[in-house]
């Protein structure tokens, strides 16, 4: 069983910037690249419930960052996240 799931951000910071968050999380479950201002995340799993179980977790890992995102943006005006970068 397989799973493509394409992210669209406002710009390719921002997209680099949630792929690298949720990178370390991924292990061997999932692969993430950027696509320009798009995440394409391909993940794999020999049964529903472990697909599951890792979209779950994967998801979960998206919206924190991206809460980031927005809370660092509205507050700063520039792009959040970007400390990972260093």
């Known amino acids: 069983m397989e799973c493509i799931i394409q992210l669209e951000y406002g710009s ?6 949630v792929r690298k968050a949720i990178e370390m999380d991924n292990d061997e ?19 529903v419930p472990s697909m599951l179980h890792t979209l779950e ?5 998206v919206r924190i960052a991206e809460e ?7 507050k700063s005006g520039r792009d959040s ?3 990972l970068d260093r």
């Open 68 to 74: 980031t995102l927005s809370i660092t943006d509205s």
């Open 12 to 17: 390719e910071k921002q997209a680099e910037t």
């Open 57 to 61: 977790d994967l998801l979960a890992c």
């Open 81 to 83: 996240l970007s400390d």
């Open 29 to 47: 479950y999932a692969i993430a690249e950027r696509n320009g201002r798009s995440v394409v995340i391909r993940s794999s799993s020999e049964s």
